[in-house]
T-cell receptor
Framework: KNEVEQSPQNLTAQEGEFITINCSYS?????LHWLQQHPGGGIVSLFM???GKKKHGRLIATINIQEKHSSLHITASHPRDSAVYIC????????FGKGTHLIIQP | NAGVTQTPKFRILKIGQSMTLQCAQD?????MYWYRQDPGMGLKLIYY???????DKGEVPNGYNVSRSTTEDFPLRLELAAPSQTSVYFC??????????FGPGTRLTVT
């Protein structure tokens, strides 16, 4: 059974700080997803990657296939980045981590 | 495009009642999924479908049934609701094993 582990569970930072969220996964995952869930509950896909690095605005996702590890970075963090960030892996259906609850204080 | 829509947004059921959670997408995606999210836990896959007429069980299928008669619709049926099915249910779709698009969720309480 695939497992996905995230760290940290909770993270509070000041506006402008560089944020890193980590994700480790077991074998059998063909792609790694990063999702964002806002306090209202909606879920948005941020990245899907199977190798290397992807960047979208202030968000960067990296994956190391050999180490079965992925990171999500947020540069110049802002209070509007406050959300739960979820790592998930799989093929037909995803296996999810429990999420990292991020709070960015002004 | 409306994307992925779910109805209802909220529902309270009594133990033993049945209901169907509706999910529809207008992006012509072949893949559709049902997940549940419990407090403090990660989302868990209930059922998924890779195309009309094809469904498969996920991690937590017990107590649920699905059907996929069209590409657009993927309803989730709860028979004999139990308190353990109190959760937030998300439907999602994707063109293949790519980025998934999520609906807004249905918050279900069984009392």
């Amino acid at each position: 059974k695939n497992e996905v582990e995230q760290s940290p569970q909770n993270l509070t930072a000041q506006e402008g700080e560089f944020i890193t969220i980590n994700c480790s996964y077991s074998v059998g995952i063909s792609a790694l997803h990063w999702l964002q869930q806002h306090p209202g509950g909606g879920i948005v896909s941020l990245f899907m990657l199977s190798s290397g690095k992807k960047k979208h605005g202030r968000l960067i996702a990296t994956i190391n296939i050999q180490e079965k590890h992925s990171s999500l970075h947020i540069t110049a963090s802002h209070p509007r980045d406050s959300a739960v960030y979820i790592c998930a892996g799989g093929a037909d259906g995803l296996t999810f981590g429990k999420g990292t609850h991020l709070i960015i204080q002004p | 495009n409306a994307g992925v829509t779910q109805t209802p947004k909220f529902r309270i059921l009594k133990i033993g009642q049945s209901m169907t959670l509706q999910c529809a997408q207008d992006m012509n995606h072949n893949y559709m999924y049902w997940y549940r999210q419990d407090p403090g836990m990660g989302l868990k896959l209930i059922y998924y479908s890779v195309g009309a007429g094809i469904t498969d069980k996920g991690e937590v299928p017990n107590g649920y049934n699905v059907s996929r008669s069209t590409t657009e619709d993927f309803p989730l049926r709860l028979e004999l609701a139990a308190p353990s099915q109190t959760s937030v249910y998300f439907c999602a779709s994707s063109p293949a094993t790519y980025e998934q698009y999520f609906g807004p969720g249905t918050r279900l309480t069984v009392t």
